[in-house]
């Protein structure tokens, strides 16, 4: 069993920037891929980005494409997502999975509880 406990997210103006943290507990972090999802206000849950158990290969959505970037510290445990050039459509629940892979098949066995991001105009 993993848990997941995510953090930083808060209100922005649009432009701005915020950084999410994943803090990992239970099992052994760098088995795992990691990835980033969010639930848009009305919408489905979409994935946003991904990484791999080393860190050395990363996805994302051609929404946030050049604007977020994905990252790991196996040695502390925690996953960010960095998300520059915030815009207000970036709105959304964002949450931090863990799946019981090193590579990313983006079939995701944990969930952390979800962090808010507000991006106003």
């Known amino acids: 069993q993993v848990q997941l406990v995510e953090s930083g997210g808060g209100l922005v103006q649009a432009g701005g920037s915020l950084r999410l943290s994943c803090a990992a507990s239970?099992?052994?972090?760098?088995?795992?891929?990691m990835g980033w999802a969010r639930q848009r206000p009305g919408k489905e849950r979409e994935y946003v980005a991904a990484?791999?158990?080393?860190?050395?290969?990363?996805y994302y959505a051609d929404s946030v494409k050049g604007r977020f970037s994905i990252s790991r510290d196996n040695a502390k445990n925690t996953v960010y997502l960095q998300m520059n050039s915030l815009k207000p459509e970036d709105t959304a629940v964002y949450y931090c999975?863990?799946?019981?892979?090193?590579?990313?098949?983006?079939?995701?066995?944990?969930w952390g509880q979800g962090t808010q991001v507000t991006v106003s105009s």
């Open positions: 999975a863990a799946e019981n892979s090193k590579v990313v098949l983006w079939d995701y066995d944990y």
């Open positions: 239970g099992r052994t972090f760098s088995n795992y891929a």
């Open positions: 990484i791999n158990w080393s860190g050395g290969s990363t």
